[in-house]
């Protein structure tokens, strides 16, 4: 189970769909049961007595049903939860990435590269400048190598996605998004971008399941 901080206080917690109902109940009597619960299309809120909340919001597809009640229900994140999915992954690091198309936490078809990109120098004047030209080239060859993947793997599969995941570093993603080639698959794109250590296959297998879990934002009263 994955435990980051999130801005403006609070942590974020991954949970299995298997497991949502014990970890609630555990949250329920760590803080002294639950008041209400309230859904609205894109928001699933749960409120404990001390005033503690744990917030999913949605990612996929909207919630339903909406409203509010009283105590603990979990019919409408249980639902969404456990649809399923067949979503797109993009993961690039400079130097590396790795594309495949994933059903409910399994890689149905993938391709991943790794490419040597020097890191950067510590010499001065022109070896410096020579450097910093080299690894440059090596950069924009690995990244046209990336979006090149992204295009023959996910662009042709678009029709059949429900959306794209993203992972790995953010300016790398950036110069892909630049690719207009790829302008479908990062509208179909959800928010979060998964952070990732360089894009392997295995890496690309992990993150498969990590989509399939919720990430629940508890903030204390």
Same mark, same amino acid.
């Given at each position: ?8 206080? #609070? ?12 970890? !609630?109940? =555990? ?12 859904? &609205?299309?894109?928001? +699933?809120?749960?409120? *404990? ?5 744990? %917030?999913?919001?949605?990612? !996929?597809?909207? +919630? ?6 009283? #105590? ?6 249980? #639902? %969404? @939860?456990? %649809?399923?999915? =067949? ?10 990435? &790795? ?15 790794? =490419? ?14 020579? !450097?910093?030209?080299? =690894? ?5 060859? *690995? ?5 090149? /993947?992204? %295009?023959?793997?996910? $662009? ?5 996605? /429900? ?8 300016? @790398?993603? /950036? ?10 698959? !990062?509208?179909? *794109?959800?928010?979060?971008? +998964? ?6 296959? @295995? ?9 399939? *879990? $919720? ?7």
């Amino acid at each position: 189970m994955r435990v980051r901080p999130v801005e403006g206080g #609070g942590r974020a917690v991954e949970v299995a769909p298997a497991l949502l109902a014990g970890w !609630f109940d =555990r949250f329920a009597s760590r803080h002294g049961g639950v008041r209400a619960t309230a859904v &609205s299309p894109r928001r +699933f809120v749960v409120t *404990a007595e001390d005033g503690t909340t744990a %917030a999913v919001d949605a990612v !996929f597809a909207d +919630f339903a049903p909406t409203g509010e009640s009283a #105590g603990l229900d979990l019919r409408p994140l249980t #639902g %969404a @939860a456990g %649809a399923s999915r =067949r979503v797109g992954l993009v993961l690039v690091r400079l130097g590396g990435h &790795s594309v495949g198309v994933a059903c409910d936490g399994e890689v149905l078809v993938s391709t991943t590269d790794n =490419r040597q990109v020097h890191g950067r120098s510590k010499a001065g004047g022109w070896s410096q400048r020579r !450097f910093a030209r080299r =690894r440059e080239g090596q950069a924009r060859v *690995a990244l046209r190598a990336a979006a090149d /993947d992204v %295009a023959r793997v996910l $662009v042709p599969r678009l029709p059949e996605l /429900d959306a794209v995941v993203l992972g790995g570093d953010r300016q @790398a993603l /950036d110069v892909l998004r630049a690719d207009p080639r790829l302008a479908g698959v !990062f509208a179909r *794109a959800v928010e979060r971008v +998964f952070d990732v250590p360089e894009p392997r296959r @295995a890496v690309l297998d992990e993150v498969a399941e990590r989509v399939r *879990a $919720v990430e629940i934002v508890v903030r204390d009263a």
